[in-house]
Structure formats: structure tokens, C-alpha cells
């Protein structure tokens, strides 16, 4: 059985943690340490406790214990992306096709940033197209084949790589009105589509896009995932509205930042990988396993931004540096320095609108082990999204372990990415 099975091979290395965080209807919970400082070096000690809820037992360990080192990269030969080159490509069609619109000016707005050459690696589509090979397990052959209106059969394969665009436009929506919240002028290296077309037209392409996620997302007719997907939406609300009307209290609270974070942008892609399984027919357990690798992968993604915004250049994120702390946004890196010197709450209570406070944070942080403790944290994360996959029932299958390890893979690219 499987929970047996995670028992036997997940065990050991995982010790207690300060604190977890509850996530809200999942029941789920992430760790965040406080305490790094007291691990001495933490990258040597990054398996910890996770509790996966009453229907799963808690992971413990893993084999993949793929960061503890620099050198220590999975052995996967193949690069992720290339592994689902060829879908990625009739994705990227699929999707300039998809928001046409019959206005000219929407529809140029809403393909904006589907066009040829600033779409992206597709960093999300790819994940969910490699967990789709993954969960390719043994079921009920009814499963694979969805029949539709009687003797409509849709092919299960198509049905997910339906999940990846719906994800991509949900994804690229969220970034046109977060643009515009934020006044940003630069996106993906060229201009923001605010500050090209302006922020009315930008909204407007958001909201086209999320309608036409939510066409798409009716025709699956699983009324399980169109939930699950409705949350994300949701969720992002939620985190938006909670960076802009943060308390005091809670701009200096690292649990407020993190449940924030996984609001904004962990929601997405776990949900999405839970969507997959759900499709595919897997089980409760498995749906699990795979709504923890993508939340776990999605926080790791974040923390490496916040690190990027204070270590990066404009030209290698494609963006301002400091971004976030110049609109007053308090990020993991500030968090953990303020942990080691208190008096930069005063300055966070003031705010950023005065440059010579930013010299000051910037000061506190570069003395702080902020950035260091922020990395450390990611890597925790990365690995328990390795551990996730790793504890997933085995399969002989060729395909099936390749993009495992690609999976696994991309949690090493996460946290060593420069931009």
C-alpha cells in the first residue's frame, strides 16, 4: 500500500519544526523555520517534518536529498524543458489562438505576452505536462477516457495539457493586474503592457484572459477541478488584497508573509498539479503528493524572487532591482534581518518613501545572514517538493521515471536560477 510504502522509504532525516502554517481548505500545512541561524550550516539539514493531512501520513525523509551540496544535482541527463519541447510549442499556438478576440486592440493587448519571444519559458505548463507523464500509473481504464455528450470521448492527455494552458492564461492575467498595482513599467525585459497601452486596457486584457481561462476551464466538465482551479483565482485576490492592506503587526510576521506567498503564488501551480492527478483518476493520496510538489515548488520559486530583488541586475530579471522594497513590500531577506536586529522595525514601521531608510535596510541586510537564511529556507522547500515526487507509487515505466527526475530536477533549477 501506499502510505506503507512512504512510511518504509521516508524515513529519518526530518526533524521538528518551529512553527507551520496552515493552508486553508486543504487542510495542509508548510513549514517555515524561524531558527536558521541556530543550524549552523542548514543546507546540510534541510529535510524536516511535513504533515500532508489526516489522509496522509508525514513525510520524513527522502532520498533525493538533492541540495546538500553545490555539486549535488539529480542525475537527469535530460533538460525538463526539452522534454515537453514539442507540447510546449503546440501550447504556445494553442494560446495566441485562444485569446483572439474581435476587437483589434483587446485582442493585441491579451496576446501581449503569449507572442513569439516574450512568452517565457513556460516554467508552469511545463511542470504540469511532466507531472501528467508522472502520474501515468495504472488505473481503471474508464479513467483514461472521459466520455462527453454520449459518445464524445475526449483523450485524457489533451484534457491535461487543457489544465496547462487554463494555468498560463491564469498565470499571465495575474501578472497584467499586478502590474498595474504596481505601476511597474517593465515585464519579461521589454515594456509592461500598462505602461505601453495603459492601465484601463491592461486590466481589461487581464479580465479577458480570466474569462477566457474560465471557458476553457466549463469544458473540462469536473466539476472537482473547475473548484480547485475557481480557488486559485480566489487566492490571488486574497494575496493581492493582503500585501496591500497590511498591518503593522503583519508586515513584520513571517507566517503573514508566507501564507501571502502561497496566496500569490503557490496556489497556482499546486492546485493545477492536484487538477492533473484528479483528471488522470489518481488517488486522494497521490492528488496530495502532487498538490505538495507544486506548492512547495512554488514557494521555493518566491523566495528565490525575494532574493533575486536585492542580489540581481535589471537586465537578468527583466526588472527593476529592489523593486519590492522600494514599494514598500517586506520580503523574506528583511524579515530574517530583523530577527538579528530589531532596529529595523522602526525603519519598516516608517516605510520606504524616504530613499535614505532603503540605504538603511540595505545596510541592516548586508550585515544580516538574511539572503543566506532566505536561501536556506527555499532550499528547504525545494527539497520537501523533491521528497513529494520521491514518495509517489513506483512505476517501470521509462517515460514515467524520466520525467520524474525532470521534476526533481526543476526543484535544483528553482533555487540555483539567477534571474
Known amino acids: 500500500m501506499l502510505f506503507s510504502r512512504i512510511s518504509k522509504n521516508l524515513r529519518g532525516s526530518f526533524n521538528s519544526c518551529r512553527w507551520f502554517l496552515s493552508i486553508g481548505d486543504h487542510n495542509h500545512r508548510f513549514l517555515s523555520p524561524h531558527n536558521f541561524h541556530s543550524l549552523g550550516d542548514s543546507t546540510h539539514q534541510v529535510m524536516r517534518s511535513i504533515n500532508f493531512s489526516k489522509s496522509l501520513p508525514a513525510l520524513r525523509s527522502s532520498r533525493y536529498l538533492i541540495h546538500q551540496q553545490s555539486n549535488s544535482i539529480v542525475e537527469d541527463e535530460h533538460d525538463p524543458f526539452s522534454l515537453v519541447a514539442d507540447e510546449l510549442s503546440l501550447l504556445g499556438n ?145 494575496g493581492e488584497t493582503m500585501q496591500m492592506t497590511t498591518t503593522s503587526d503583519q508586515q513584520c510576521s513571517m507566517e503573514y508573509y508566507m501564507q501571502k506567498t502561497y496566496y500569490k503564488t503557490a496556489s497556482l501551480i499546486s492546485n493545477s498539479c492536484k487538477a492533473i492527478a484528479i483528471l488522470a483518476g489518481q488517488t486522494t493520496e497521490v492528488a496530495i503528493l502532487a498538490f505538495e510538489y507544486g506548492k512547495n515548488l512554488g514557494l521555493a520559486f518566491q523566495l528565490i524572487d525575494d532574493v533575486l530583488d536585492f542580489t540581481g541586475t ?79 507509487p513506483d512505476s517501470d515505466d521509462e517515460e514515467v521515471r524520466k520525467s520524474r527526475k525532470a521534476l526533481i530536477d526543476l526543484t535544483h533549477r528553482v533555487i540555483t536560477r539567477t534571474k
Open 94 to 238: 494553442k494560446l495566441r489562438a485562444m485569446v483572439a478576440a474581435e476587437v483589434p486592440k483587446l485582442a493585441s493587448a491579451a496576446e501581449y505576452f503569449f507572442k513569439m519571444g516574450v512568452e517565457g519559458k513556460r516554467f508552469r505548463p511545463t511542470v504540469l505536462l511532466l507531472m501528467s507523464t508522472a502520474l501515468n500509473l495504472p488505473i481503471n481504464e474508464a479513467s483514461a477516457h472521459i466520455v462527453l455528450g454520449g459518445d464524445l470521448t475526449t483523450d485524457l492527455r489533451s484534457r491535461q495539457q487543457r489544465i496547462a494552458e487554463i494555468t498560463e492564461m491564469i498565470h499571465v492575467a495575474s501578472l497584467l493586474h499586478d502590474d498595474v498595482l504596481d505601476d511597474a513599467d517593465t515585464r519579461r525585459g521589454i515594456g509592461s503592457l500598462n505602461f505601453v497601452m495603459g492601465n484601463k486596457l491592461a486590466v481589461l486584457a487581464g479580465d479577458f484572459l480570466l474569462s477566457r481561462a474560465c471557458v476553457a476551464l466549463a469544458s473540462l466538465k469536473n466539476t472537482e477541478v473547475v473548484s480547485l482551479l475557481a480557488k486559485v483565482v480566489e487566492h490571488l485576490v486574497t
Open 314 to 392: 535589471s537586465a537578468s530579471l527583466g526588472k527593476g532591482s529592489l523593486s519590492d522594497i522600494q514599494h514598500g513590500i517586506v520580503t523574506a531577506p528583511i524579515l530574517f534581518a530583523m530577527e538579528e536586529f530589531p532596529q529595523l522595525r522602526a525603519i519598516i514601521d516608517e516605510g520606504f518613501e524616504n530613499p535614505a531608510n532603503i540605504e538603511l535596510a540595505l545596510d541592516y541586510l548586508g550585515k544580516s545572514r538574511g539572503i543566506q537564511r532566505t536561501r536556506e529556507l527555499a532550499v528547504e522547500h525545494a527539497n520537501l517538493a523533491a521528497a513529494a515526487i520521491d514518495s509517489l
